[in-house]
């Protein structure tokens, strides 16, 4: 049975960085895209990034030249470096990975931005 694990979250102060990471535990095959949400109390879960296994990137409006996905096929892993930080930032952060057929979410690891 594939899991998500994901990790780095945390209290950081407006300005500073977090990584997080997300990594596939048991056999998982073909990843095509990775992916990063977030969601804030009281509102909907929302798109953060997304990278695809050609290296492709996507990321919503409000975090372009802040933050960065990178993926590694051989460990099955996603990163998502997070800089300059912002409250707005604050919310529960999920990984995704979507391969042929099925669609995996991790459980979330929160991050909180200091004020």
């Known amino acids: 049975q594939v899991q998500l694990v994901e990790s780095g979250g945390g209290l950081v102060q407006a300005g500073g960085s977090l990584r997080l990471s997300c990594a596939a535990s048991?056999?998982?095959?073909?990843?095509?895209?990775m992916g990063w949400y977030r969601q804030a109390p009281g509102k909907q879960r929302e798109l953060v990034a997304h990278?695809?296994?050609?290296?492709?990137?996507n990321y919503a409006d409000s975090v372009k030249g802040r933050f960065t996905i990178s993926r590694d096929n051989a460990k099955n892993t996603v990163y998502l470096q997070m800089n300059s930080l912002k409250p707005e930032d604050t919310a529960v952060y999920y990984c995704?990975?979507?391969?042929?057929?099925?669609?995996?979410w991790g459980q979330g690891t929160q991050v909180t931005v200091s004020s």
């Open positions: 995704r990975f979507v391969t042929t057929g099925y669609d995996y």
């Open positions: 048991g056999s998982i095959f073909s990843i095509n895209v």
């Open positions: 990278i695809t296994e050609y290296g492709g990137t």
